[in-house]
């Protein structure tokens, strides 16, 4: 089996005793990843879990022990490769009516249908209607907050692959940087962008977000031109492992805006105070 990346049967344990909640159960990707190590993402290498998991949904629930289970599409065989959870702990999975099925059959089989039980905020309709139904007698609370407190601290292989995953968004900038050129498109760059990932290992990218002048960052691709004395500004998020990074970049062919200037020098000394006042126990 797989080691966990930064999931902690004991940190669970504690966060779940101190939210008073006997089971906590994922149901968006990213905390179904982090509590299973199952590539649920929608940037997992081959993203067919989540693809599919509006037919067979992906669960996993933590009891208060800090035990692990999961729910998963009955055809996926590589849960072994990628997962901490003991096998005889995974629920295979073949319709939303078979995912519901066991969801309840267990919380039954665990006596907790009296009990406090977290669910996520974005958990689907279906789910939390199917929970509330079958156990009128159990307290349901919002357990997203229980989710942040688990993740919070960084385990050291999460901290490398946000390096990493760091590392190869500023590989992707820098190659669009070198690239552009008076009237080149930002299709060219998008695919150097593209390229560069992959080309560096990566599971892939979370978002290529750019702009040149005054295009609209969030829908770029569409055949615009580098032009003279505009700000062309990248914005990529990598994906290393899982984990994603979010780095942005500015360049100019020929002389800076000055309110690009003042804004991006307002922005330095924002992330330069962030460095130098970020320690233990400082509250954001």
Known sequence: MAEPIGYSKNKASEVLDKHNIDLLIASTPVNVFYTTGLPV???APNPILYILSNQYPNLSMVRRDGEESALIWSLYDSVEE?????????YRVGSLKAAIDILLKKVEEWELSNKTIGLESYMP????EALRNKFPNAKFVEGDKAFIDMRLIKTEEEVRRIKKSTEVAEKAIQACIDATEEGILDTELLKIARRTIVDEGAWGWDHLTMSIGPSDPEAPGLGIPVTRNDLVRFDFGAVWEGYISDVSRGVVIGEMPRKAKEIMEYMIQVQDYCVDNIKPGINT
């Open 125 to 128: 309709r279906y789910q939390s």
């Open 41 to 43: 993402l929608h940037v």
């Open 82 to 90: 990628f997962s901490w959870i003991n096998p005889k702990n995974v």
